[in-house]
């Protein structure tokens, strides 16, 4: 709230509520029709390759257009997986690059959610595992483990 009493942003319920949302919609596809439509796939390949690509996408109709400028408009992404890395070293791979399994001749994963171009994604595997993705170029590694140290901080001072 503002000082003098003002809303700003939104709750957290109302937070919660839109990702149970996403979680159900998402549930609504197979991993292949999933895949086959994964735009932030491409985010992943040559860089001349995708502005071509991203810039047709936005040519075909108003919606991708809008739809790539909230991306770029968004601070960071949200990689929902649905998988459960069991070691440091698969959560490692995981946030890093993502899974990538072959299922009925269509790529499929975790690697299909990432968005490359995006400065900061937070990876929440389904077991609650959760790490940081970030493009090193633009942000400090230093800022990143500090922000994310803050925010485990005071995730554990919230819960005591």
């Known amino acids: 709230k503002t000082p003098d009493g003002k809303e700003v942003g939104i709750g957290e319920d109302v937070i919660a509520d839109n990702l149970r949302m996403i979680l159900e919609d998402s549930q609504q ?28 996408l936005a040519s075909i109709d108003a919606c991708n257009a809008e739809s790539l400028a909230i991306m770029d408009s968004a601070m960071f992404v949200l990689c929902l997986d649905d998988n459960s890395p069991a070691t440091p070293a698969e959560m490692a791979a995981n946030v890093l690059h993502g899974t990538s399994v072959v299922q009925g001749g269509v790529q499929t994963g975790t690697c299909m959610n990432r968005w490359f171009d995006k400065t900061m994604q937070f990876v929440v595997s389904q077991n609650g595992a959760a790490g940081i993705n970030f493009e090193h170029s633009i942000v400090d590694g230093h800022s990143v483990l500090r922000f994310a140290s803050d925010v485990y901080t005071d995730t554990i001072l919230r819960f005591a």
């Open 29 to 56: 596809l197979s991993s292949e029709d999933a895949a086959e439509n994964a735009v932030a796939v491409l985010t992943s390949g040559h860089r001349d390759t995708w502005a071509e690509q991203r810039q047709r």
